[in-house]
């Protein structure tokens, strides 16, 4: 496992993490963590028809760090936006915004990686193109 998937998988797994804590404490909605789960279920089948027909990387490779990074960035401030008074208002805003922005790009990568994917399916078994 390269060092760049072992930082990748790291992000994920904190971010899930932080949303099934967030969950319980009931700062996110379950449809929230819902669709962070089933991003995750997804981009995981399409890594593994990936690297059962090719090893190369994906366009979308170049999104998915940014977009994990800026989904854990909300996450973490949504943790600490604690209190009802004005920090706490901008803290909670500036968190939901760049937790959105990040959920929004990871699905954009995943949609890239399944767009990459069905065509890496459709070419001919010994078949480069």
Known sequence: MTRQLQVMTGIRVVVVALVAALLVAGR??????ALVALRELVAG?????RRR???GPLAADAIAPAAGGLLLAGLLILVGATGDGALGLLARAFGWAAAWWGLGLSWAAVLASARDVRRLLARPAGGRS
Do not use: Q, Y
Request: hydrophobic share 70%.
């Open 28 to 33: 996110v909605p379950w449809w929230f963590a």
């Open 53 to 55: 027909h090719e090893d």
């Open 45 to 49: 089948a399409l890594l593994l028809l």
